[in-house]
């Protein structure tokens, strides 16, 4: 049986540059993860949903039995969703169980976030010409005992991506 990694945090956070960095780790060693990634889940397979809580569920929903057929068959599997809620996340790992299902909260500062605004979305959502983005005008439930808890605020992302791979490889079948 493969696991999954299911990264979240705000826009921003760095889900997707650290899944990347995580797969490319991975790969150099011989083992192939597959990404599964907000933006591109929503581009396809989600493209009917909105972004209320119950579409968001719903495309939380999807996104963990997508998980659990790959990991099923062996994969390692890397989610990268906001999942800004504790319901959200407590769905993925029930849904994906029995397969080893990690947490990783990545924390960042919102201001911090605003300051990256990768996509543009910070600056959209403060003039009000966005609405339910978590953090500005919709809620984000820091999580109590994520299994990995890294603050790309203050960590670099070489140190971020570190704890990852220590995670992974002390785990009983890492490499
Ligand atoms: N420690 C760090 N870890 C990850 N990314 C970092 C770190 N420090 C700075 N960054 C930068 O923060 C940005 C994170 O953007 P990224 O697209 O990965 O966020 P995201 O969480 O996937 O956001 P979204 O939910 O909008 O898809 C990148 O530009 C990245 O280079
Ligand atoms: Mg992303």
Redesign the pocket.
Known sequence: MGRVYWFY?L????????ATGFAAWLKARGVTAVILD??QLRSGVCKDLGFSSEERLENIRRAAEIAKLLARQGNIVLA?L?SPETSMRRIAREITSPVPFYEVY?ECAVEVCVK?D??G?YSKALSKSLTDLPGIDRRFDPPSCPDLHLT?HS???A??LEEICIHYASLPDGT
């Open positions: 945090g826009s921003g956070a760095g889900k997707t540059t650290l907000g933006d990268a906001m990545l990256r990768t996509k979305l790309t960590t670099t992302y140190g971020c």
